[in-house]
């Protein structure tokens, strides 16, 4: 995270599913939303969806600025050109450190934080207020489907959500607690009531994440196309300077009792989440897609090709192509090289993009160099100038590093030491926070937020290298999001096939936000563009592009949906103030049911320099309705007064 967004990672969830929104399958007898239409739907069958955005909230209503908001309709076109309206509604299933039915009869914490034997993590730094640890920072989520799936409970059909967290934000005595605990990951089971759409909670499964050597900061995530949920692990430890960091021996501490026994290597990789259909879940970790930032993937249609951004200072755009379908435990990485004409003016045509091919590996021996290697094993690694000609200076976190690999680990460099490596063979490491990636299939492009577009990107910049390719004349803090052409027939710059069609070709800029002098809200971006998108969602059938923001320069983030016909943004909802937009997925159908899920986190996450105006109004609003800014609610969003029905 860049200065201004690590502190804004922090308060209240909001995992938002808007449910049933549009019908699905040949449209032939649709029956959208009865249960709040003044009229029948047509039965032309559908046509498109626009969205009427809402406008932010002011101080004029203070409450809405403290909690989530939504003012926006969505607007549906039948193929003989009737429409209707509907409005749309939050509808809460529970808030992060309640008690929640565990399927058994008993009850679970949400949220929760559990060590490597599942017993709970306690904060003790209050005496007498002693208690389980719970997050307050909910982040990546997936809303799935399984044949044969039977949970005792379920009245309608079962749905099932996994949601992870991120992080919490303090301990009780207010003590910054990020990083320092192993990220939880939950399978909800809900009831999906058939006649009004609405998901109810049934049951909340804890995923025993011990064979992956817990988890490390998930962040974003994506649902697979074989329907597993793909999860994350964001800032890899650094390694080689490990002693630094200094929250990854509270990490340890509390996951294994031992301040020294986790292991740098085993996180900064790629859970993978398998549903039962009993509403349990089982964990698998990748280790051969790289050990970055890993943020929100996406594997395209092929099943085999995962797209990745790289949500680092310094970071870069890298690709995995899988040896088999459906299976990530084995293939090869590379990594992108961008020629010269990147911009962030939408109006540009943008930059050629090239690959670099890293290594290929498999999981299982990646992670075998894992548990056997050290740092210094790899590569020599040092903050000062050796003066050594076989050296190669890279910068990693804004930091120059000179780096000299050692005889026969490029293998290990290339999916142990990622960052360095991809500098080292000459990949673009030059972009700041690449975040959520996702795909339109119609139209063969990927989109991927930068969250903020700093110094290294910016020519003469702190990091900035100008065989990078990219060299903007100035920053542009409120980021953008970019667009990749998407194609077959390609080779890396070795000359050897790459084995895919949906290789990005060539990256512009999509959309751009627009830094400005402090409002008289104080917002630092300007209210009606994006600013700092984080997570990006593509619903082909609403033909709109999701954007949610993590934002250090809007008073409050807001969920946007961006039609790419049109090209109409229109702001769907507004979280609290100082929380982040997150956990965004689309899902264009579920037992005839769409769904956009979206989270957020970390409500009255005060930056005094953004939101001083607002904060004496609106804290005590924040903690009167989350648990003292502990607590994160996770629900869905509807039509308001019921969910949409189809016929």
Request: proline residues 5%; glycine residues 8%.
């Amino acid at each position: 995270m860049s200065d201004v967004s690590l502190a804004s990672r922090r308060s209240a969830l909001k995992f938002l599913a808007t449910a049933p929104m549009l019908p699905l399958g040949a449209f032939a007898t649709t029956s959208l939303l009865s249960g709040c239409a003044t009229t029948a739907p047509s039965t032309a069958g559908f046509a498109s969806a626009s969205f009427t955005g809402m406008a932010a909230p002011t101080l004029a209503n203070p409450a809405a600025m403290a909690s989530v908001a939504v003012g926006s309709s969505l607007n549906i076109t039948y193929k003989d050109n009737s429409t209707q309206s509907y409005k749309l509604a939050y509808q809460p299933f529970f808030m992060t450190g309640d008690m929640v039915p565990d399927g058994k009869g008993g009850t679970v914490l949400a949220g929760g934080y559990v060590d490597i034997r599942n017993q709970p993590i306690m904060d003790r730094s209050v005496a007498g207020k002693e208690r389980q640890f719970f997050s307050d920072c909910p982040d990546g989520s997936s809303l799935l489907t399984l044949p044969n799936a039977n949970v005792p409970g379920v009245k309608g059909k079962p749905v099932f959500a996994v949601v992870q967290f991120e992080y919490t934000t303090r301990d009780q005595q207010g003590a910054d607690a990020y990083g320092t605990l192993p990220s939880p990951i939950a399978v909800l089971t809900l009831d999906q009531d058939q006649s009004t759409g609405k998901l109810s909670l049934v049951k909340y499964h804890n995923v025993d994440t011990s064979s992956a050597h817990g988890l490390w900061i998930t962040c974003g995530a994506s649902l697979s196309p074989w329907n597993t949920h793909l999860s994350s692990e964001e800032y890899e430890p650094n390694a080689p300077f490990i002693g630094e960091v200094k929250h990854f021996k509270s990490f340890s501490k509390n996951l294994f009792g031992d301040e020294n026994k986790a292991n740098p290597y085993h996180y900064g990789h790629l859970p993978e989440v398998t549903v039962n259909p009993d509403g349990t879940g089982s964990i698998k970790k990748h280790y051969c897609l790289g050990r970055i930032s890993h943020e929100l993937i996406q594997v395209m249609p092929d099943n085999r090709t995962a797209l990745m951004g790289d949500d680092y200072t310094n970071g870069g755009l890298f690709m995995f192509v899988a040896d088999r379908e459906k299976d990530l435990s084995a293939g090869t990485l590379y990594v992108a090289s961008l020629d010269a004409g990147f911009s962030v003016d939408p109006a540009v045509a943008g930059a050629g993009v090239y690959w670099i091919k890293l290594g290929h590996a498999t999981s299982a021996e990646i992670e075998q160099l894992a548990n056997t290697l050290k740092p210094a094993d790899i590569m020599d690694v040092r903050k000062d100038d050796p003066k050594d000609a076989s050296f190669t200076q890279v910068w990693v976190e804004g930091v120059a590093n000179w780096v000299k690999i050692k005889p026969g680990m490029e293998k290990a460099a290339a999916f142990l030491e990622t960052h360095r490596y991809a500098s080292v063979v000459g990949g673009t490491m030059a972009f700041t926070k690449m975040e959520g990636t996702t795909v339109n299939i119609k139209d063969k492009l990927a989109y991927s937020a930068l969250s903020y577009i700093q110094n290294s990107m910016v020519k003469g910049g702190k990091g900035w290298t100008a065989s990078s390719g990219i060299a903007l004349p100035k920053a542009l803090n409120a980021g953008a999001v970019i667009e990749h052409k998407l194609a077959g027939k390609q080779k890396d710059l070795s000359g050897a096939d790459i084995r895919s069609e949906w290789v990005p070709t060539a990256t512009k800029t999509l959309l751009a936000g627009e830094d400005i002098a402090a409002d008289a809200m104080g917002n630092l971006a300007h209210i009606d563009k994006i600013a700092n998108p984080d997570n990006l969602k593509f619903s082909e059938k609403l033909r709109t592009l999701f954007i949610g923001e993590d934002s250090g320069m809007h008073v409050n983030n807001y969920l946007w949906a961006y039609n790419v016909d049109t090209k109409a943004l229109s702001r769907v909802l507004s979280t609290p103030s100082g929380a982040e937009s997150t956990g965004l997925h689309s899902v264009d159908e579920i037992h005839g049911w769409t769904y956009i899920m979206s989270n957020f986190q970390h409500a009255g996450d005060w930056i005094p320099a953004l939101h001083g105006k607002v904060q004496a109004a609106l804290d005590p609003l924040v903690r009167a309705q989350y648990k003292d800014r502990f607590g994160a609610a996770v629900g869905y969003l509807t039509a308001d007064p019921v969910a949409i029905k189809l016929g």
